[in-house]
């Protein structure tokens, strides 16, 4: 059973930096996937960077250059570098991974394209 584990949150300053990580566990597969997304109260969780079936890196619009996702050769780790954090970016971020479904560009931010998350973890961003 794969099982993902996030770190690496906190709060921190508007215009600040923090970078989140997700350790793959128990991973026997290939992950057709790899994303973040991130959730705060009362709305639906939402896609925020991915690297899809092509191995392309794909980015929510409201990114905006300020954040960037990486990973580890051997796929076992996830990573989120964000920069130029602002208050709206607060929110519980999760990572996931898709593991039936191939797909390549925007249209794989969607959660339900993903079948493994990790717990999530809290970013606060203050004004």
């Known amino acids: 059973q794969v099982q993902l584990a996030e770190s690496g949150g906190g709060s921190v300053q508007a215009g600040g930096s923090l970078s989140l990580s997700c350790s793959v566990s128990a991973y026997t597969g290939s992950a057709k996937l790899r994303g973040w997304f991130r959730q705060v109260p009362g709305r639906e969780r939402e896609g925020v960077a991915l690297i899809d079936s092509f191995q392309r890196k794909v980015y929510a619009s409201f990114v905006k250059e300020r954040f960037y996702i990486s990973e580890d050769g051997a796929k076992k780790t996830l990573h989120l570098q964000m920069k130029s954090l602002l208050p709206e970016d607060t929110a519980v971020y999760y990572c996931?991974?898709?593991?039936?479904?191939?797909?390549?560009?925007?249209?794989?931010?969607?959660?339900?394209?993903?079948?493994?998350w990790g717990q999530g973890i809290q970013v606060t961003v203050s004004a």
């Open positions: 996931a991974i898709g593991q039936n479904t191939t797909c390549g560009g925007p249209y794989c931010l969607r959660p339900r394209l993903y079948n493994v």
